[in-house]
């Protein structure tokens, strides 16, 4: 059942892309609006997934690889249509689909079955924790499909409106000041839940450090912004090195540089 959910969630997602795609090339409304209302059901759907997940578990589904791929897919989601309820732009739109759908291809090449949490992570903040960590992930990963944006629009065509350079610079500002936000409260509950599960707040765990590495580089894009009045492709170039900081603490560190925080 679960494993036929996870399916139909996946053709959804790509019919969200596939009418998102044909409506910003061929300028068909509708399309979008198509586009938008499947990208809502593969969410709802996904929502479903993850509620079935957590039951049959007993645990909040964000263990491994694979259920924190499903978690980032499912933010993705929910953040890009919080964001497209106030701003329309269709190429992001497509961008945001297209991420989703990738986030869950990744997801099915891992193992699905459900597994007992070792005894640290069998722990009230665990949910809190990544979950928190996931909805930053999904903001950094908005803000860099609006960085490219600007940036291959700058690029391209110096004659476009003024008002899409800065609705799209604007989208990059407000999903990184959302994604600072709750990467802050994971990390600060990721000290807490470490104290009580291996008595110190902090460890320099591979993961640690790469967090907060992440965390610095998005604080000097929000001080550049915000109170030196940085815009365009400068705060567009930090956008996306902070993303890459995200890829490499949520990917390359499990790789690379194993530690406490490894996903299996």
Request: proline share 3%; net charge positive; glycine share 6%.
């Amino acid at each position: 059942m679960m494993t036929t959910l996870f399916n139909l969630c996946f053709a959804i997602y790509l019919l969200a892309l596939v009418t998102a795609a044909i409506a910003l090339f061929a300028w068909r409304k509708p399309l979008s609006w198509v586009s938008i209302g499947a990208l809502s059901a593969g969410a709802l759907l996904q929502t479903v997934y993850i509620g079935m997940r957590w039951v049959e578990a007993g645990r909040a589904p964000f263990s491994n690889m694979f259920e924190s791929l499903v978690l980032f897919a499912w933010a993705l989601a929910v953040v890009y249509l919080v964001v497209r309820a106030r701003i329309n732009i269709p190429a992001l739109s497509t961008a945001t689909c297209l991420m989703v759908l990738l986030v869950m291809a990744y997801a099915s090449a891992f193992e699905s079955d459900i597994k007992p949490l070792m005894p640290a992570l069998q722990s009230n903040w665990l949910s809190v924790h990544v979950f928190t960590c996931f909805l930053g992930y999904s903001g950094f990963a908005i803000s860099f499909l609006s960085a490219i944006g600007f940036l291959v629009i700058a690029r391209a065509n110096s004659k476009c409106p003024d008002e899409t350079k800065n609705n799209i610079d604007m989208v990059t500002a407000k999903t990184i000041s959302f994604g600072f936000l709750f990467l802050t409260v994971g990390i600060i509950t990721g000290a807490v839940w470490a104290n009580s599960a291996w008595g110190t707040y902090w460890s320099w765990d591979p993961k640690e450090t790469w967090s907060l590495i992440t965390w610095f580089v998005y604080a000097i894009f929000l001080h550049c912004r915000y109170m030196r009045g940085w815009h365009g492709r400068r705060a567009a170039w930090i956008a996306i090195f902070g993303f890459c900081c995200v890829l490499f603490t949520y990917f390359g560190v499990s790789r690379w540089l194993p530690g406490l925080h490894s996903y299996a």
